[in-house]
């Protein structure tokens, strides 16, 4: 079946260490996103990548990275330098960045402080 | 860029009730998505709109793309337990990104 797979579904970060978080599309679309979601709010987009080798910071990108070596695949990775890393984050694709283009997700991946 | 304003934030109704909620953007759109994210999981694509006065159904759900391109309504009949969970309305003029409302938290007490 096509989809996005996110793992690890949950994940615990120590204080000081970078975590990295898996998004794998087989939809072979062109646009990747990542969103973080706080309880009881909406999407708040950290990057997005429209093709291979390229990406931009969204609303919320500061202590966040990403990469996008292949079509398939767009991983985040939170930084130390995110102070407040606990939320849930959500992976998405869409066949090319325009409106008209529905977003399909994950199933997230709830990261938590130790 | 756009500006999506969402609403009610949160409903609190009771089991076969009908729901509505709606979406008003700050400029002209293209496109109207409503989602729906159940609790832990990733949003879910309920329906597409594309054209102005447009209504469309999928089940109990019905969502119409309002006459002036700036609003959207998502109406949900015979309301049942199944259906809690966080409505998203989505967004956005052609050739932009998509842009997400606030979400509406919808409880349904049996």
């Known amino acids: 079946d096509g989809g996005i797979t996110q793992s690890p579904k949950y994940l615990f970060r120590k204080e000081g260490q970078n975590v990295t978080l898996s998004c794998e599309q087989n939809?072979?679309?062109?646009?990747m996103y990542w969103y973080r979601q706080d309880p009881g709010q909406g999407l708040r987009l950290i990057y997005y990548?429209?093709?291979?080798?390229?990406?931009q910071k969204g609303d919320i990108a500061e202590g966040y990275s990403v990469s996008r070596e292949k079509k398939e695949s767009f991983p985040l990775t939170v930084t130390s330098a995110q102070k407040n890393p606990t939320a849930f984050y959500l992976c998405a694709s869409s066949i090319r960045i325009d409106s008209n283009q529905p977003q399909h997700f994950g199933d997230g991946t709830r990261l938590s402080i130790l | 860029g756009q500006q999506l304003n969402q609403s009610p934030q949160s409903m609190f109704i009771q089991e076969g009730e009908d729901v509505s909620m709606n979406c008003t953007s700050s400029s002209i759109f293209n496109t109207w998505l409503w989602y729906k994210q159940d609790p832990g999981e990733g949003p879910v694509l309920l329906i597409a709109l594309y054209k102005a006065g447009e209504l469309t159904s999928n089940g109990r759900l019905t969502a119409q793309f309002g006459i002036t391109r700036k609003d959207s309504f998502l109406n949900i009949s015979a309301s049942i337990p199944s259906d809690v969970g966080i409505y998203f309305c989505?967004?956005?003029?052609?050739?932009?990104?998509?842009?997400f409302g606030e979400g509406t938290q919808l409880t349904v007490n049996p």
């Open positions: 989505a967004g956005g003029p052609s050739g932009s990104r998509l842009t």
């Open positions: 990548s429209q093709i291979v080798n390229d990406f």
């Open positions: 939809l072979n679309h062109d646009a």
